[in-house]
T-cell receptor, first 111, second 116 residues
């Protein structure tokens, strides 16, 4: 089955700095990679996703890059704000079937 | 955007009782729903995939007789935790896949189960 690893587990950045979270996956058949943001006690919210036919995708301050050969993908958040503080999960999936989540990264943006 | 609801949001029950959790897609049809379990400060662990009109597919290590899943319509899936024990206490979250968008899953708000 798919195995997704995520690093770092915790990340603290100063407001305005960038944050990068990295994930690796094991199943080369995986072709859909979403990123979710989860605030304490709340549901995960999709923030960005990327499909395997694309190498990079950007949405305002958030970007995701994918390296299919190396089987890793990364989330980049620029100009971080305190409201970006949350737990972020990456996931890998084959055509939207079962999602296999990474272990999560707790991001703290220090004002 | 797509909305998924879950009921109840919180439940406390005695050991040995059964608890049913409902997951509904409110503004879209979901041929597939997923059930996850999340322990404090941990990731979401996929428990099972629920397909409308057919039997659920359980992940390895998840007891199908313990966690009964029914997906009777395109907007409703239920998870019943049978003969609950304290170790079943957890945060249970469902998600639904919008058939029109293929991959995207929308999550419910979760149900916090506490078994005494």
């Amino acid at each position: 089955g798919e195995n997704v690893e995520q690093h770092p587990s915790t990340l603290s950045v100063q407001e305005g700095d960038s944050a990068v979270i990295k994930c690796t996956y094991s199943d080369s058949a995986s072709n859909y990679f979403p990123w979710y943001k989860q605030e304490l006690g709340k549901r995960p919210q999709l923030i960005i996703d990327i499909r395997s036919n694309v190498g990079e995708k950007k949405d305002q301050r958030i970007a995701v890059t994918l390296n299919k050969t190396a089987k890793h993908f990364s989330l980049h958040i620029t100009e971080t704000q305190p409201e970006d503080s949350a737990v972020y999960f990456c996931a890998a999936s084959y055509t939207g079937n079962q999602f296999y989540f990474g272990t999560g990264t707790s991001l703290t943006v220090i004002p | 955007g797509a909305v998924v609801s879950q009921h109840p949001s919180r439940v406390i029950c005695k050991s040995g009782t059964s608890v049913k959790i409902e997951c509904r897609s409110l503004d879209f049809q979901a041929t597939t729903m997923f059930w996850y379990r999340q322990f404090p400060k941990q990731s979401l662990m996929l428990m099972a995939t629920s397909n409308e009109g057919s039997k659920a597919t359980y992940e390895q290590g998840v007891e199908k007789d313990k966690f009964l899943i029914n997906h009777a319509s395109l907007t409703l899936s239920t998870l019943t935790v049978t003969s609950a024990h304290p170790e079943d206490s957890s945060f249970y979250i469902c998600s639904a896949r919008d058939w029109s968008s293929q991959e995207t899953q929308y999550f419910g708000p979760g149900t916090r189960l506490l078994v005494l």
